[in-house]
């Protein structure tokens, strides 16, 4: 594979961002990645970077900064993510990863959480590969009717 290159995520990388989500997932609902990834929506604590192979986006990761919830101090989130599946296994998430790491170090953020469903075991391994471990939450869900 040709080299790949982390940078910070645009408004331009909407279309390849969406191609990636529905690939992962074609039973997803649609993402308006265009409305998220646009300048004046996003605010200063977001992390948001894509990987890239000779100019195409193939992964992106999309963290968001959060105080003062539920009893923790500053904490990030990683909200969004995902790597082409014909390039899964191949260290592209890792290296999205390390980038948003290294941007809430910056920000002296020490805790990062995300989640994930609990049959995803893919997901769930790649995260556990970077640390991630079982936090003090349990997901909640209620049906709104």
């Known amino acids: 594979?040709?080299?790949?290159?982390?940078r910070r995520i645009r408004k331009e990388d909407a279309p390849q961002v969406?191609?990636?989500?529905?690939?992962?997932?074609?039973?997803?609902?649609?993402?308006?990645?265009?409305?998220?990834?646009?300048p004046g929506f996003r605010t200063?604590?977001?992390a948001g970077f894509v990987a890239e192979v000779e100019g195409k986006v193939v992964g992106?990761?999309?963290?968001?900064?959060?105080?003062?919830?539920f009893g923790l101090d500053k904490c990030a989130w990683i909200v969004l993510f995902g790597v082409d599946p014909k390039l899964?296994?191949?260290?592209?998430?890792?290296?999205?990863?390390?980038?948003?790491?290294?941007?809430?170090?910056?920000?002296?953020?020490?805790?990062?959480?995300?989640?994930?469903?609990?049959?995803?075991?893919d997901i769930l391994s790649f995260f556990k590969t970077?640390?991630?471990?079982r936090s003090e939450f349990i997901n909640l869900h209620k049906v709104l009717k």
């Open 1 to 6: 594979m040709s080299q790949v290159k982390v």
């Open 18 to 38: 969406s191609r990636i989500a529905r690939a992962i997932d074609k039973t997803a609902p649609a993402i308006d990645f265009r409305r998220i990834l646009d």
């Open 44 to 46: 200063s604590s977001e």
């Open 60 to 69: 992106y990761m999309i963290g968001t900064v959060s105080s003062g919830s």
């Open 88 to 121: 899964m296994g191949q260290g592209i998430g890792k290296q999205l990863a390390e980038k948003v790491f290294e941007y809430y170090r910056k920000r002296k953020i020490k805790n990062v959480l995300t989640t994930v469903k609990w049959d995803s075991t």
């Open 130 to 133: 970077l640390g991630f471990d």
